[in-house]
DNA sequence: CCATTTGTTTCGATGATCGAAATATCTGCT
DNA sequence: AGCAGATATTTCGATCATCGAAACAAATGG
């Protein structure tokens, strides 16, 4: 196979991977009972600890109004917790519950459990290949949507 | 560097590098003046050339009352245009307008050059690793997405 | 040529989101 | 201490994307 045509079966596989990834949080969403926004913040909160409601906004790219919605669409899930901060009573801290926490590992950990064993298979080499490639296609597609947000209008 | 920590790292800069997709496509749904839901219709257009409104509500996976909204806006917004398929006139055909061919490539060609120049400067054997990451990537996420599904409720 | 199937649109309802205004609380200044 | 702004969240009203079901239009097969 020469390298012309390997290249651009990996560029198709790229899309294809990003689909996968998508299919995943969907089945997630679905099994949780969850929009996608709120699946979003869920893991936000299961990975970052108890955050401010406007630290999740901007996390999650949300306006405030709508981060109120779904963090009140979250505790009414039962998979979110709001308390005042008793240092700052303006702001309100949300957690996720015991509950959020035992569904979402129900959910991803297989998968981040089987990522690992996949990876742990190639030599350590292959892996510097391999994290190369995606940190300097994330540095790309920085720059690129940079880029893109210059052409504004 | 040890294997364990760098593959740590990876698993880590995947989540980033999907964050970093989802930046390019918010940046470029920004300058079309479009919701990420006919972005994505229109990339489909743009590469799948004309669809019918049922079969790209298939791709998009939106029901066929989303659809028809979805395709007016993309009409009113002059990057896609209707006609009545006269070989079987229930159906309409969608092609993206040449406008929208232009702001799209405009929008994605660098980062396609850019990246099959970078993949360029790897060995055969690089490639190769890379290919086989994502592809197995691809089947160990489907897969999951199946076990998800069936967590149902 | 009518009954059924297929493809799209219309309709009414719902849900997620936004910007702006309202509310609550904190901080700094005098 | 107390007031003026700044900051964090919520409420409000409006808009937009989406859905399911019903309507409509056209094809197909007895």
Chains 1, 2 share one sequence.
Not at 140 to 149: D, K, S, V
Request: hydrophobic share 40%.
């Amino acid at each position: 196979m020469s390298k012309q045509s390997l290249i651009a079966e990996i560029t198709g596989t790229i899309a294809r991977s990003q689909d996968a990834t998508d299919r995943v949080d969907a089945a997630a969403a679905g099994v949780l009972g969850l929009n996608r926004t709120d699946l979003l913040c869920l893991g936000v909160l299961v990975r970052g600890g108890p955050l401010t409601a406007g630290q999740l906004a901007t996390e999650a790219g949300l306006s405030p109004a709508a981060m109120t919605a779904g963090i009140e669409r979250l505790e009414k899930a039962g998979y979110a917790g709001r308390t005042r901060d008793e240092a700052d009573r303006r702001r309100v801290l949300v957690a996720a519950t015991p509950l959020a926490e035992q569904r979402v590992t129900e959910i991803y950990a297989p998968l981040e459990k089987l990522g690992s064993a996949r990876l742990a298979k190639y030599t350590v080499a292959e892996l510097e290949t391999i994290r190369d490639f995606l940190g300097q296609g994330i540095e790309l597609q920085n720059q690129q949507a940079e880029r893109i947000r210059g052409l504004a209008k």
